[in-house]
């Protein structure tokens, strides 16, 4: 790889900016934390220093899984509701290059249990060739031990990008990519994955800037996608429904849905790093009615059509702050090119 120093530098000082500037857009987006959060547990393993994915078993009542970020093992954990590790599972032949997020889902053929694992990290927008998703079975004892997985590897059609979040459809079973940007994008993978090519990921709708992980309602019929500053509820169609409050955590990095759909939990990196549940409002709940699942792209003619219309997320407050911080990390770099030309 091509070492790039402008592009590394831009990264950090966008990332600088991103640490530093949380807890105020933080406040002018959504008010401040919600009075109602919970917090569940705190991770007790000190082997688990980065939590990067974050979902609820489909086949153990009260257990949670999480795996590190980059520079991590391929493995992950089986965590009770005290924040003890149940389990520590390895993934035979799988690499870690930047894991970032991981969903659950249930085989409808089998009922059994399904985890995914996503190695699409890219910090260089573009650098890889594909990014990778591992497909294990969950185990059905809570036990340490060396699991097989199915790997699935995907390219961009719009080209290559840096993402943190996958989602699983419920009902459908399909795997979509929400790509961390200034202009993201929630990308679908095809229905049916093949593990002997590289599957194209078609973009069918916006997604939040810098958007660090999302999920499926239980219901499918509605998802959401968390920012380092709060979390944005969509509908079936891609249509915000409301921004939802999120603790001020450190690295707000992962989230996923309570098993009856009326909460969200949230986790952040680094040691001992907790676990919230945030209530979600009332006018996000599920309904009697059931939609259709989020439109998706089956052929690339139809892109323009089934791309729903995304919802600005960011308040009045939201955006001139990140005016400011683009402003002030594009100075920061003008000066630093000057001073090294």
């Known amino acids: 790889m091509t070492w790039q120093p402008a592009a590394v530098l831009t990264r950090l000082l966008i990332a600088t900016v991103l640490v530093c500037l949380t807890p105020m857009a933080a406040q002018a987006t959504t008010g401040g934390a919600d009075d109602d959060e919970e917090r569940l547990f705190t991770f007790k393993d000190r082997r688990i220093t980065e939590s990067s994915g974050l979902a609820l078993s489909p086949g153990h009542e009260g257990v949670y899984y999480t795996h590190n970020d980059s520079s991590a093992a391929p493995e992950f954990f089986a965590v009770g509701e005290d924040g003890r590790t149940k389990a520590r599972f390895t993934v035979r032949g799988a690499q870690a290059r930047d894991w970032e997020a991981m969903a659950a889902s249930t085989d409808p053929e089998t009922g059994r249990g399904v985890l995914w694992f996503a190695d699409i990290g890219d910090n260089l927008d573009g650098a890889w060739p594909d990014v990778s998703v591992y497909r294990v079975m969950e185990p059905a ?28 459809h419920p009902r459908t079973g399909r795997l979509y990519v929400v790509s961390k940007e200034f202009s993201g994008g929630v ?41 380092y500053f709060s979390a944005t509820i969509f509908d079936a169609e891609g249509e915000r429904i409301t921004q939802v409050s999120m603790p001020q955590l450190e690295q707000a990095e992962s989230i996923a849905f309570t098993r009856d759909g009326k909460g969200l939990l949230t986790g ?43 919802r600005a997320s960011l308040s009045i407050g939201g955006v ?19 001073r090294t030309r």
């Open 141 to 168: 004892v809570l036990k340490d031990a060396v699991v097989s997985a199915t790997r699935f590897r995907f390219r961009y059609e719009d080209g290559g990008r840096n993402a943190e979040g996958i989602m699983v």
């Open 268 to 310: 952040t990196e680094g040691p001992a790093s907790p676990v919230y549940r945030v209530p979600v409002p009332e006018r996000a709940l599920p309904e009697a009615s059931a939609s259709s699942p989020v439109p998706v792209v089956t052929q690339p003619a139809q892109a323009a059509a089934d791309t729903p219309v995304q």
């Open 187 to 227: 990308y679908a993978a095809p229905r049916r994955l093949r593990a002997d090519r590289s599957n194209v990921l078609r973009r069918v709708a916006g997604a939040p800037l810098m958007a660090t992980d999302a999920a499926y309602a239980p219901d499918g019929n509605s998802y959401v996608v968390r920012t």
């Open 320 to 338: 001139l702050t990140w005016v400011a911080a683009a402003v002030g990390a594009i100075g920061v770099i003008v000066f630093l090119a000057r």
